[in-house]
């Protein structure tokens, strides 16, 4: 189950550390023609959360894999579980469904890692 759980934490992680990455640094130019929800958003809002996503995806990778302060792991779950459901609250307004089914999916791969790691499969 250990590897079962890692799997999904690496992909959570590599995307939600690129997504910050481009979040936090990239124009504000750049941004809007990708996710158009950007335009909608101010710029601080939008650096604000591509920091925690950096964050938080790091959060689920190296605290496991250096056996150091491994409860963050879990707690790093958690905060892209948050940033997930605010941001289907940011598409639903926006009327965009697909949008929602896809951060729906997300939301449960993290809710499978929160379970894992706070409950029988923590380190």
Do not use: C
Not at 53 to 65: H, K, N, Q, R, V
Not at 78 to 104: C, D, S, W, Y
């Amino acid at each position: 189950m250990n590897v079962f759980l890692w799997i999904p934490q690496g992909v959570l992680s590599a995307m939600f550390v690129a997504a910050g990455v481009l979040r936090a640094t990239q124009p504000r130019d750049k941004l809007i023609s990708q996710p158009p929800w950007v335009s909608d958003v101010p710029t601080p809002a939008v650096r604000l959360i591509g920091v925690a996503e950096f964050a938080s995806g790091l959060g689920m990778i190296l605290p496991g894999a250096f056996a150091i302060a491994t409860v963050l792991t879990p707690l790093a779950a958690t905060g892209p579980a948050v940033i997930i459901v605010l941001a289907m609250g940011l598409h639903a307004r926006r009327k965009e469904p697909q949008a929602i089914g896809f951060n729906a999916i997300l939301l449960v791969v993290a809710a499978v890692i929160m379970w894992g790691r706070f409950g029988p499969y923590s380190f």
